[in-house]
């Protein structure tokens, strides 16, 4: 067994001279069940810059920098009650050479076609994990971003991707976790619809893709109303952490309100963890996980 990097200057030779020893950083990586004692979750999101999303607060580029993106994940992985990572192969190649994975809950983000700004930004077509390569590394589910725009003909593809997504991740047994909006374009911006009336609707259509629901897992956002948009499933859902723009206190008081809902099962969270505006991500981190898992669990 070959032993994890440790500097990230090694990552680069590792990728140049063996790139064989990521594929033996996935065999030897050790499993966890899926959920715990308290079937919640919380789960770090690193999928981000595959779309071109690098931007947080107003540094338009401040995932630009993967040696700094690596360290804040693997700090974060680190923390007594972060349960996983999502995330695009590149970044999750990384951390598997990294040891960061040993014991955690890995999901693969799968459709990352619809860069963010592009004259293409609703074209979800899947470019990244297939549920083959999802069970063949032994990750434990799949994400699929699936925006819904009503007046987008292209909608029909990225409903009919997503839809064999969940169901060749439901015959392997693994996470389906689908993330609905319904979007919008204006001034050839898209824009997602966050009222609670959109996000029930999203979740209704979401909910029936696939021929099997059985693993299907929701990520839904943070909205007004979330009780009774919650209402509109009774599949487990993680609630996503946006753009972390406003008092972080209030996002944390929004989380722990939310997570009283019986159907929320937990947090899936990048850019409000990773680059909380004080830079202490262990700190940011901590107080998430005592809101999901609550105070003084060990890992």
């Not at 992985?77 to 040993?102: E, K, Q, W, Y």
């Not at 076609?113 to 930004?121: D, P, S, V």
């Not at 021929?211 to 487990?236: F, G, N, Q, Y």
């Amino acid at each position: 067994m070959d032993e994890p990097i440790t500097d990230l200057d090694g990552l680069t030779r590792v990728r140049a001279t063996n790139p064989d020893r990521i594929t033996s950083a996935w065999a030897e990586r050790g499993r966890r069940p899926l959920v715990r004692d308290d079937a919640r979750l919380l789960l770090i999101a690193a999928d981000h810059p595959a779309r071109g999303a690098l931007g947080v607060r107003d540094d338009a580029l401040a995932m630009g920098s993967r040696r700094d993106l690596l360290d804040r994940l693997v700090a974060a992985l680190a923390r007594p009650g972060v349960d996983g990572v999502l995330a695009t192969a590149d970044v999750l190649d990384d951390l598997a050479l990294l040891g960061a994975l040993d014991g955690k809950v890995v999901i693969g983000s799968m459709n990352r076609g619809g860069l963010q700004g592009a004259a293409f930004e609703l074209d979800d077509r899947f470019t990244g994990w297939t549920a083959d390569e999802i069970a063949a590394r032994g990750l434990d589910g799949g994400k699929m971003l699936t925006r819904i725009c009503l007046d987008d003909p292209g909608t029909a593809a990225t409903l009919e991707a997503s839809g064999r997504a969940v169901t060749e991740l439901a015959a392997r047994g693994l996470v389906a976790l689908v993330e609905p909006f319904l979007s919008v374009v204006e001034g050839g911006r898209v824009r997602n619809l966050l009222d609670p009336d959109s996000v029930i609707r999203s979740v209704a259509v979401a909910s029936g893709l696939g021929a099997s629901s059985a693993h299907t897992w929701l990520k839904l956002p943070v909205v007004d109303d979330l009780a009774r948009v919650m209402e509109a499933t009774t599949l487990p859902t993680l609630l996503l952490g946006g753009d972390p723009v406003g008092d972080p206190e209030d996002t944390y008081a929004a989380w722990s309100d939310a997570l009283l809902l019986p159907s929320v099962t937990g947090l899936v969270v990048g850019r409000a963890l990773l680059y909380p505006p004080d830079g202490d991500v262990e700190a940011a981190v901590d107080i998430a996980s005592g809101l999901v898992h609550g105070t003084g669990l060990s890992s």
